[in-house]
């Protein structure tokens, strides 16, 4: 199936507009589901110079630009600015390397004129290291000024179907972009791609949307029942909740996108990734009660589906299971990396010849 067919009949996101800074949280954070904010940062410098030309945009960039390389990924014509995995899935279809941001600007204007361009596209980078000035010239009211932008520069490409965990504001500069998504429920109808081999970072869906195969992935009909569109012109921006799967197509030959990512959970409570990694080593291969058990285990104390599960106990008595202080913290990691270390000595001694 088509890109054109399935977009047929897909529901839109909710379109707020002018939602004042203290009205953010309540308005759209709490929808917990993506929210397009129509024309909110229009009156940006950077939108400006884009509606005046690309040639205006690009300069005002190469204007700030402190000469550092950026992260740039570059693929063939025959791709048409589908980044994916080579057909074997050992490779990909697409290379990057660290090149000048002018130069690397400089080569997108060139690929303008040309009927079956190569695909370029700068990526994720911070713009307090690059570009300084754009920052204090582009703010978002919703957010901590603490949290810095990250910009993204390219063609017509496609940015396969993944999610972050992160909450995140995306900016839409220049061109229009069509962002399809799914909630994090619908992950066992999204083929997952591998962990450790990925196209940037988080894993992606395996199903191409320019072209479905239902037959090798039949669940994604499910998929498709829940997902939603958004449609970003120059200006706009969408709020994307944490965990939200989402597809992004640039629909012009020049796009930029500047988003803003920030994850409220302090970060001395270490990585929900490396808890899951550490589930699938201890928990995954259990037999089936033991790992039924468990499940009701996390249910019960990490995802408190049945509310506070030590609500009964004086709180002095509570322990690991309360309320972490700092201190409280510290013991935890000791007694987690006690218990990794007892791991591995205990495998060590079994490689270990009689």
């Known amino acids: 199936m088509s890109q054109a067919a399935i977009d047929q009949g897909l529901p839109h996101v909710t379109v707020l507009e002018g939602v004042p800074p203290e009205e953010f949280n309540r308005q759209v954070r709490m929808a917990g589901r993506p929210v397009l904010?129509?024309?909110?940062?229009?009156?940006?410098p950077i939108v400006?110079?884009?509606?005046?030309?690309?040639?205006s945009a690009v300069g005002y960039l190469q204007q700030l630009d402190n000469g550092k390389p950026v992260h740039t990924v570059f693929g063939a014509p025959e791709i048409q600015g589908r980044f994916f995995?080579?057909?074997?899935?050992?490779?990909?279809?697409?290379?990057?390397?660290?090149?000048?941001?002018?130069?690397?600007?400089?080569?997108?204007?060139?690929?303008?004129?040309?009927?079956?361009?190569g695909s370029i596209y700068i990526?994720?980078?911070?713009?307090?290291?690059?570009?300084?000035?754009?920052e204090q010239a582009h703010t978002l009211p919703?957010?901590?000024?603490?949290?810095?932008?990250r910009i993204w520069i390219g063609n017509q490409i496609t940015v396969q179907t993944h999610f972050d965990l992160y909450e995140n504001i995306a900016c839409l500069a220049a061109g229009r972009r069509r962002f399809t998504f799914f909630p994090p429920d619908q992950i066992a109808n999204l083929y997952a791609g591998p962990f450790e081999h990925t196209l940037s970072g988080p894993p992606v869906s395996m199903v191409r949307l320019e072209d479905i195969d239902f037959e090798a992935y039949p669940r994604f009909r499910d998929a498709m029942a829940h997902a939603i569109?958004?449609?970003?012109?120059?200006?706009?921006?969408?709020?994307?909740?944490?965990?939200?799967?989402h597809h992004v197509q640039?629909?012009?030959?020049?796009?930029?996108?500047?988003?803003?990512?920030w994850n409220d959970a302090p970060g001395v409570q270490g990585s929900p990734f490396d808890a899951m990694l550490h589930g699938l080593l201890a928990i995954r291969d259990l037999p089936a009660d033991a790992r039924k058990a468990w499940k009701h285990l996390?249910?019960?104390?990490?995802?408190?589906?049945?509310?506070?599960?030590?609500?009964?106990?004086?709180?002095?008595?509570?322990?690991?299971?309360?309320?972490?202080?700092?201190?409280?913290?510290?013991?935890?990691?000791?007694?987690?990396?006690?218990?990794?270390g007892h791991t591995a000595a205990a495998q060590a001694r079994k490689r270990q010849p009689d």
């Open 37 to 44: 904010l129509r024309n909110l940062v229009s009156d940006w």
């Open 48 to 55: 400006g110079a884009a509606q005046s030309s690309v040639a």
């Open 85 to 117: 995995y080579s057909d074997d899935l050992s490779g990909l279809n697409f290379h990057k390397r660290e090149v000048p941001l002018s130069a690397a600007l400089s080569g997108l204007l060139s690929q303008l004129s040309v009927a079956t361009p």
């Open 123 to 134: 990526q994720s980078i911070p713009v307090d290291e690059h570009i300084p000035g754009f």
């Open 142 to 149: 919703y957010l901590d000024p603490a949290i810095t932008p």
């Open 229 to 245: 569109i958004a449609d970003l012109e120059p200006g706009d921006a969408v709020y994307i909740p944490y965990g939200w799967w």
């Open 250 to 261: 640039s629909l012009e030959r020049f796009n930029i996108l500047v988003n803003y990512w």
């Open 298 to 340: 996390f249910d019960q104390y990490v995802f408190l589906e049945n509310g506070d599960p030590v609500a009964h106990l004086p709180a002095e008595t509570r322990g690991a299971l309360g309320q972490h202080s700092e201190a409280q913290r510290q013991m935890l990691w000791q007694m987690l990396s006690q218990s990794v």
